[in-house]
């Protein structure tokens, strides 16, 4: 949790009283090459060569899985760069320079119905893992994973619970390309061979419940539901949702997958879609473009590896009076802050906040208990904190630090303003 944040709600109507731009298409775009899930990488293309759109450029290796790196322009190699990564760490980026000709990568083609229809179980994940779908609402999960997970899975939930203050990325997918999401969805059922889907969204979005519904008609039979939840935080952690959407209480520590149940992000379903029918990696996204430092936030459309510079700049810049402005990769409870603007949006950046800074100073803790009573998660943050302060990670594991969601309610109603979370968060990374 990034501290107090101003005038939040008066943002969140801006976002949806601005028409999203339609599409920003950088000079240069900036592909990682380290993540924080894949360590160790492959390149298979050097400076001066001539790349095309959606060629694959590399492999990035994790402990068990592999995940192609591949190019969201045509154009040229430049170099290797280093900038900030989506968890505020510096890595590696390749660099290459956009011809603005989008000419396609050899087997980047659309497939008929026909040939959908025929695809099996195998062929459904080798394309989804071939194209790089991943969890677009923050995880970066490869997807392909989850569906081979090996447990008889009879729900596929779709997540379009956007909670978090500032962000719309989501809700404008949802709005504009809902037809693209359900049919993803239902590859992803045919793939797992899911009996059931289920779409859930907040009851409070009128136009997001108006536009599945419209859709959910062209899918008679395939046992599509839409699931209308409340509209609190953090109604978007999965455990939660799945809970609201098909009353099915997932205990922390355990996959849902172990309870028949899959979930997956909206915008990852839209893609998924796109992957399987025009054999298209993840080209380009909407990203919240928002934050009190901002003169004109805005919701965009961009091409993945766009620089955030260009996006600060599309947005006015800073405000006049602002002398510094913070930049934070996500949303203001559970986002990251940025060491510098050198950042670049990849596959799972749905926002990126600019929030004026605030000076807070940390009081002694009153324990008042605020941090325990709010936590959704039933552990005790000010406990794990001083097992921190402490380093007693005997006291961290019996505290089960490693069950924080890092929701970051319990810095948000520290009366004392310590950031509890930060704590959980090391706690958790010494429990592991």
Same mark, same amino acid.
């Given at each position: 949790?990034?501290?107090?944040?101003?005038?939040?709600? &008066?943002?969140?109507?801006?976002? /949806?009283?601005?028409? =999203?731009? /339609?599409?920003?298409?950088?000079?240069?775009?900036?592909?990682?090459?380290?993540?924080?899930?894949?360590?160790?990488?492959?390149?298979?293309?050097?400076?001066?060569?001539?790349? %095309?759109?959606?060629?694959?450029?590399?492999?990035?290796?994790?402990?068990?899985?592999?995940?192609?790196?591949?190019?969201?322009?045509?154009?040229?190699?430049?170099?290797?760069?280093?900038?900030?990564?989506?968890?505020?760490?510096?890595?590696?980026?390749?660099?290459?320079?956009? &011809?603005?000709?989008?000419?396609?990568?050899?087997?980047?083609?659309?497939?008929?119905?026909?040939?959908i229809s025929a +695809?099996?179980?195998?062929?459904?994940?080798?394309?989804?893992?071939?194209?790089?779908?991943?969890?677009?609402?923050?995880?970066?999960?490869?997807?392909?994973?989850?569906?081979?997970?090996?447990?008889?899975?009879?729900?596929?939930?779709?997540?379009?619970?956007?909670?978090?203050?500032?962000?719309?990325?989501?809700?404008?997918?949802?709005?504009?390309? =809902?037809?693209?999401?359900?049919?993803?969805?239902?590859?992803?059922?045919?793939?797992?061979?899911?009996?059931?889907?289920?779409? %859930?969204?907040?009851?409070?979005?009128?136009?997001?419940?108006?536009?599945?519904?419209?859709?959910?008609?062209?899918?008679?039979?395939?046992?599509?539901?839409?699931?209308?939840?409340?509209?609190?935080?953090?109604?978007?952690?999965?455990n939660a949702t799945?809970? =609201?959407?098909?009353?099915?209480?997932?205990?922390?520590?355990?996959?849902?997958?172990?309870?028949?149940?899959?979930?997956?992000n909206a915008s990852?379903? %839209?893609?998924?879609?796109? =992957?399987?029918?025009?054999?298209?990696?993840?080209?380009?996204?909407?990203?919240?473009?928002?934050?009190?430092?901002?003169?004109?936030?805005?919701?965009?459309?961009?091409?993945?590896?766009?620089?955030?510079?260009?996006?600060?700049?599309?947005?006015?810049?800073?405000?006049?009076?602002?002398?510094?402005?913070?930049?934070? +990769?996500?949303?203001?409870?559970?986002?990251?802050?940025?060491?510098?603007?050198?950042? %670049?949006?990849?596959?799972?950046?749905?926002?990126? +906040?600019?929030?004026?800074?605030?000076?807070?100073?940390?009081?002694?803790?009153?324990?008042?208990?605020?941090?325990?009573?709010?936590?959704?998660?039933?552990?005790?943050?000010?406990?794990?904190?001083?097992?921190?302060?402490?380093?007693?990670?005997?006291?961290?594991?019996?505290?089960?630090? &490693?069950?924080?969601?890092?929701?970051?309610?319990?810095?948000?109603?520290?009366?004392?303003?310590?950031?509890?979370? &930060?704590?959980?968060?090391?706690?958790? /990374?010494?429990?592991?």
């Amino acid at each position: 949790m990034i501290g107090r944040t101003k005038r939040i709600n &008066d943002y969140k109507q801006i976002d /949806r009283a601005l028409p =999203a731009q /339609r599409f920003v298409d950088p000079e240069y775009v900036f592909l990682p090459l380290r993540t924080g899930r894949c360590a160790e990488y492959e390149l298979e293309v050097e400076e001066g060569d001539d790349v %095309a759109l959606a060629q694959r450029l590399g492999m990035r290796r994790g402990k068990f899985f592999e995940q192609p790196i591949l190019s969201t322009v045509s154009g040229t190699v430049v170099d290797t760069v280093e900038m900030t990564d989506e968890q505020g760490e510096k890595r590696p980026f390749l660099k290459v320079r956009n &011809d603005y000709q989008d000419t396609p990568a050899e087997g980047m083609r659309e497939r008929t119905e026909e040939e959908i229809s025929a +695809l099996s179980k195998d062929e459904f994940v080798e394309i989804v893992k071939d194209n790089a779908i991943v969890g677009l609402g923050g995880s970066g999960f490869p997807s392909y994973i989850k569906m081979t997970s090996g447990h008889d899975i009879h729900t596929v939930v779709v997540n379009g619970v956007e909670c978090e203050p500032y962000l719309q990325s989501d809700y404008y997918l949802i709005k504009e390309q =809902a037809e693209e999401m359900l049919r993803g969805l239902s590859y992803i059922m045919r793939a797992v061979g899911a009996e059931r889907g289920v779409v %859930a969204v907040k009851s409070t979005k009128g136009a997001l419940v108006e536009a599945v519904e419209k859709e959910l008609g062209r899918f008679e039979g395939m046992n599509m539901q839409l699931a209308k939840v409340a509209d609190y935080y953090p109604q978007g952690w999965e455990n939660a949702t799945f809970e =609201a959407a098909v009353g099915t209480k997932v205990p922390v520590g355990t996959l849902p997958m172990e309870y028949g149940i899959l979930g997956f992000n909206a915008s990852t379903c %839209a893609h998924i879609y796109e =992957a399987v029918k025009y054999n298209r990696p993840i080209l380009k996204r909407f990203v919240t473009v928002n934050g009190d430092a901002l003169k004109n936030p805005l919701l965009v459309r961009v091409r993945v590896g766009t620089s955030v510079r260009e996006l600060i700049d599309l947005a006015g810049g800073f405000r006049e009076d602002v002398e510094q402005g913070n930049v934070v +990769l996500g949303g203001p409870m559970m986002g990251v802050a940025a060491p510098d603007v050198d950042v %670049a949006v990849v596959p799972t950046t749905v926002s990126i +906040l600019v929030i004026e800074d605030e000076e807070h100073v940390e009081e002694p803790c009153v324990r008042c208990g605020s941090c325990i009573y709010s936590c959704p998660v039933d552990i005790q943050p000010v406990s794990i904190m001083n097992a921190v302060k402490r380093g007693d990670k005997k006291a961290l594991q019996q505290l089960e630090a &490693d069950r924080c969601i890092e929701c970051g309610l319990c810095a948000y109603v520290c009366t004392s303003k310590i950031h509890v979370t &930060d704590y959980c968060r090391e706690g958790k /990374r010494q429990v592991r």
